[in-house]
């Protein structure tokens, strides 16, 4: 298993319509298990192939508190919605920025598992938001793209700024012998 590295907005990668997986086997299970680890490590509950730069419609998530309870799904899809709830969201893409976004309630969803069998269930909850805001990632959507363009401008602002000063320390340090 290995440590991806999570893109962070404004990074236009980000914007990519994920392509659908056509075959499930070793690499993609190899995939799973790179994602998990990076989400577990991030910390978070929920990530997109597209967040580390990867054209794979494929993401996991994990909304136990626990920690044991990941899950996988690949070229999935949402066949239905219902009812609306607003909660706040955060996203390891977008760090440090937590907004109140409405989305649906419930959510009937289509996928493959890690085996690439066909799933179908419902969800809600966390469970509905996580995957509902992972799926906007395969299409290349942000949570902050629920935003007032405002709001919007002034976190871009925030992280352009964080990466600058990031990018400056790491330049004048001192090197490693």
């Known amino acids: 298993m290995a440590l991806l590295t999570i893109l962070h ?4 990668r980000l914007r990519i319509h994920a392509r659908p997986i056509t075959a499930v086997g070793v690499e993609t299970r190899r995939l799973i298990a790179d ?5 577990y490590a991030a910390p978070g509950i929920g990530l997109a192939a597209t967040q580390v730069g990867l054209d794979q419609r494929l993401i996991v998530v994990d909304v136990s508190e ?6 996988a799904f690949i070229n999935p899809e949402i066949l239905a919605r219902d009812g609306k709830e607003k909660s706040q969201e955060g996203c390891l893409s977008v760090p440090g920025v ?3 976004v409405e989305r649906a309630e419930r959510i009937r969803v289509r996928a493959l ?4 069998k066909r799933v179908e269930f419902d969800a809600d909850g966390l469970l ?3 995957i509902q805001h992972e799926i906007d990632h ?12 405002l709001k ?3 976190i871009r602002k925030k992280l352009e700024k964080e990466q600058r000063e990031t990018h400056e320390r790491s330049a004048t340090a001192a090197p490693a012998i």
């Open 35 to 39: 994602l998990l680890e990076t989400m």
């Open 66 to 71: 626990n920690n044991d309870a990941p899950c």
């Open 9 to 12: 907005y404004p990074d236009p």
């Open 128 to 130: 509905a938001v996580c």
């Open 113 to 116: 598992d890690r085996d690439g």
């Open 138 to 149: 395969l299409d290349g959507k942000l949570f902050v793209d629920y935003l007032s363009e």
């Open 98 to 100: 937590f907004e109140e």
């Open 152 to 154: 919007r401008l002034r």
